[in-house]
T-cell receptor
Framework: GAGVSQSPSNKVTEKGKDVELRCDPI?????LYWYRQSLGQGLEFLIY????????KSGLPSDRFSAERTGGSVSTLTIQRTQQEDSAVYLC?????????????FGEGSRLTVL | GENVEQHPSTLSVQEGDSAVIKCTYS??????FPWYKQELGKRPQLIID?????GEKKDQRIAVTLNKTAKHFSLHITETQPEDSAVYFC?????????FGAGTRLTVKP
């Protein structure tokens, strides 16, 4: 596609429910990133993928969070048993992923609200 | 992972003045340092970047300097304009692993 696509753009869920967020990176980009941004706050690193593998999963806030990427393309971020503190915008970004890191292209984000 | 500190958290300047934002990083192996601008309600976008083999880079009114020995880098915006008002994020990268600072909210008063 022309840019990074994320879905859903908005999600309202009840505490305790599971949610799945999807990211479709720019075609051919091998590096894919997930960040979390709470209202008025910074970009909290969650996880990044090089191809289908995630070299560092230490950014995931708890074991309720998991992410996967298959086929070197689409990635899903799953939050189980959501809590109110999970409310935030979840931003996905992709880059070429070559030897030299390049520009990250961000999606519009998925705004999650946990009631 | 890499730890990036960014200062100040907020910065207010008069139109036409200069603005400087500073960042430090912890991992000496980091080699790519981009700066992103995020306008209200929008996604972050790259405005300038620098690699570890360069000490300074300039693009019109914005410039970035890098001190590898001290592990700090700075963004300089000259002749600020109201449209420069936004949140600016620095980042440090090692092996494609990119970590951001907490951001600086810049307000340019007309």
């Amino acid at each position: 596609g022309a840019g990074v696509s994320q879905s859903p753009s908005n999600k309202v869920t009840e505490k305790g429910k599971d949610v799945e967020l999807r990211c479709d990176p720019i075609s051919g980009h091998t590096a894919l990133y997930w960040y979390r941004q709470s209202l008025g706050q910074g970009l909290e690193f969650l996880i990044y993928f090089q191809g289908n593998s995630a070299p560092d999963k230490s950014g995931l806030p708890s074991d309720r969070f998991s992410a996967e990427r298959t086929g070197g393309s689409v990635s899903t971020l799953t939050i189980q048993r959501t809590q109110q503190e999970d409310s935030a915008v979840y931003l996905c970004a992709s880059s070429g992923g070559g030897t030299l890191t390049g520009e990250l292209f961000f999606g519009e984000g998925s705004r999650l609200t946990v009631l | 992972g890499e730890n990036v500190e960014q200062h100040p958290s907020t910065l207010s300047v008069q139109e036409g003045d200069s603005a400087v934002i500073k960042c430090t990083y912890s991992d000496s192996a980091s080699n790519y340092f981009p700066w992103y601008k995020q306008e209200l309600g929008k996604r972050p976008q790259l405005i300038i970047d620098i690699r570890s083999n360069v000490g300074e880079k300039k693009d019109q009114r914005i410039a970035v300097t890098l001190n590898k020995t001290a592990k700090h880098f700075s963004l300089h915006i000259t002749e600020t304009q109201p449209e420069d008002s936004a949140v600016y994020f620095c980042a440090a990268t090692k092996n494609n692993d990119m970590r951001f600072g907490a951001g600086t909210r810049l307000t340019v008063k007309p």
